[in-house]
């Protein structure tokens, strides 16, 4: 169990966080576009 | 705390970035923006804002603080915690999102029950919000005052003023945006001090196994087994559908969206319960014994981190609040508008909007105040969270999967939930032991049969959500 907690858990989190930003890049483009008028894609 | 500049730096840096997003996701033309972002959420936002509501500092500071005296017993207890969000996932947060037309999860009530349990469900909505976000608002004043130094007053004006100013200007899709990014800062941060800690503590993997076992095996023996089942339940149902949740549901762009948001987030919360639970188990191969178990991650974050990504830490912790504390003041916004305001009169979209916006500043005005001059209002409030369950859950649940429902079986259902829970537990004072949730959710299965046997009243037409 220890094992799993300390190796392949803290990883898990940590791509969660990185695809996180790449995606709220994509997000913040949408909420923008969609202000301003521009067509979604 | 010792905070050095470099720390206090990456603390204001976090801050102007925040203030940078509130900028750009900025403004709300209607009041269906403001409050379902035109259910256009895609799934990884739903998730990663759902799982930066759902880690709180109570979910972080807190399991590490659990892991450092009884090792992995509270992770064990709040698996079921997990499970519960998987299952709202796979059967109700698509069935809600089936309601395009609603705002909140009162109108989904109105559209089942009619208008009286819409406004009984905003009741304890906002109640239960104001009173989540004062408590946030504490946490996170406390925090920054530890950091910063300055006075309580100002450092809780600076994080609930933040939050606010975030939910005022953009509604729930800022709201998702800015928790999209606190949920990045703190799933690579408190992983990667995990990383840290391990490599620099003397102890092997083996050794931190054992610990692990020691530690919850003391755990285990200081709880009597219906202690344990008691958190559990509480781990459980607490906080099934909460409105901030809900509202999640409702914001996604599709039910598949909705399903697969909450799945996620159920699988996460387990994977960060581990990071933030071994934390505490590990901090015993760092720190002395003496350290105060509430403080295990911060002092281990001190003692391992260099200045600067120390304070990386300190702003992680701060956007764990702030995330949760974002989340249901924008719900109790939307609840107040939706279930009470539009239950008593029917104002145009821009006044609408008007409303909801001077209804956030107000909320967090009422918030600041409590959490600095008058906590009896807090606890008043969190009364509310005590009945959410015996009061929601099931006349929400079966209003999602009956066609024919009747309106005396969702009042009566709240009013014998809640008045039996809070007998229960603050009357009698929780006689043998048995969990007020499951006395309260018998009585509000009681009363909804109650209403929907002997009522013959059924609601005109279903889909009369104004």
């Known amino acids: 169990m220890t094992y799993i907690f300390v190796i392949i858990f803290p990883a898990i989190a940590m791509i969660a966080g990185a695809v996180g930003i790449l995606s709220l890049g994509n997000f913040v483009g949408e909420i923008r576009n969609d202000f301003h008028g521009k067509p979604e894609e | 705390m010792n905070v050095t500049p470099l720390d206090l730096v990456a603390v204001c840096g976090y801050f102007v970035l925040m203030a940078i997003f509130g900028y750009l996701t900025r403004r709300t033309k209607t009041f269906e923006e403001f409050a379902t972002g035109k259910h256009s959420v895609p799934r990884f936002m739903v998730f990663a804002s759902l799982a930066a509501t759902i880690v709180g500092p109570g979910f972080s500071v807190g399991f590490t603080s659990k892991g450092w005296s009884s090792g992995y017993l509270f992770f064990y207890l709040a698996l079921a915690y997990g499970a519960q969000v998987v299952v709202s996932g796979l059967l109700l947060a698509p069935k809600l999102s089936e309601h395009r037309d609603c705002h909140s999860l009162g109108d989904v009530m109105r559209k089942k029950y009619g208008p009286a349990t819409q406004?009984?469900?905003?009741?304890?909505?906002?109640?239960?919000?104001?009173?989540?976000?004062?408590?946030?608002?504490?946490?996170?004043?406390?925090?920054?005052?530890?950091?910063?130094?300055?006075?309580?007053?100002?450092?809780?004006?600076?994080?609930?003023?933040?939050?606010?100013?975030?939910?005022?200007?953009?509604?729930?899709?800022?709201?998702?945006?800015?928790?999209?990014?606190?949920?990045?800062?703190?799933?690579?941060?408190?992983?990667?001090?995990?990383?840290?800690?391990?490599?620099?503590?003397?102890?092997?993997?083996s050794s931190i196994a054992d610990q692990a076992k020691s530690l919850t095996d003391l755990g285990v023996a200081s709880m009597s087994p219906l202690q344990m089942f008691a958190v559990a339940v509480s781990f459980m149902l607490g906080e099934t559908l909460l409105p901030p949740y809900a509202n999640r549901a409702l914001a996604a762009r599709s039910n598949e969206d909705s399903r697969s948001g909450f799945v996620m987030a159920g699988f996460y919360s387990v994977v960060w319960l581990g990071v933030v639970t071994v934390l505490g188990v590990v901090a015993h191969g760092v720190l002395s014994p003496s350290t105060e178990s509430d403080n295990v991650l911060l002092v281990m974050g001190q003692y391992l981190l260099p200045a600067g990504v120390f304070g990386l830490l300190l702003a992680a912790i701060v956007a764990i609040v702030m995330s949760s504390q974002e989340s249901v003041l924008n719900s109790a916004t939307v609840a107040f508008i939706r279930d009470i305001v539009c239950v008593l009169c029917k104002p145009s979209d821009r006044t609408t909007l008007m409303i909801a916006k001077a209804g956030t500043v107000v909320f967090a005005a009422i918030a600041i105040y409590a959490a600095q001059s008058a906590p009896s209002i807090i606890d008043g409030l969190l009364v509310l969270y005590a009945i959410w369950t015996p009061t929601i859950l099931v006349p929400l649940v079966f209003g999602l999967f009956l066609r024919e429902t009747r309106p005396m079986a969702g009042w009566l259902s709240i009013i014998a939930g809640g008045g039996t829970t809070i007998a229960w537990q603050f009357l009698l004072a929780e006689p043998f032991g048995i969990p007020p949730i499951l006395v309260g959710i018998a009585a509000s299965l009681i009363g909804y049969a109650i209403g929907h046997y002997t009522s013959k009243t059924v609601l005109a037409t279903e889909g009369a959500v104004a």
């Open chain 2, 119 to 205: 406004f009984l469900t905003g009741i304890v909505s906002v109640g239960l919000c104001i009173g989540f976000t004062a408590v946030m608002g504490s946490i996170g004043g406390k925090m920054l005052q530890a950091i910063s130094g300055w006075p309580l007053p100002v450092c809780l004006t600076l994080v609930t003023g933040m939050t606010a100013l975030l939910t005022f200007s953009g509604g729930v899709r800022a709201t998702v945006a800015t928790e999209g990014l606190q949920f990045a800062l703190f799933s690579i941060t408190i992983p990667a001090l995990l990383l840290i800690a391990v490599a620099k503590t003397p102890e092997s993997l």
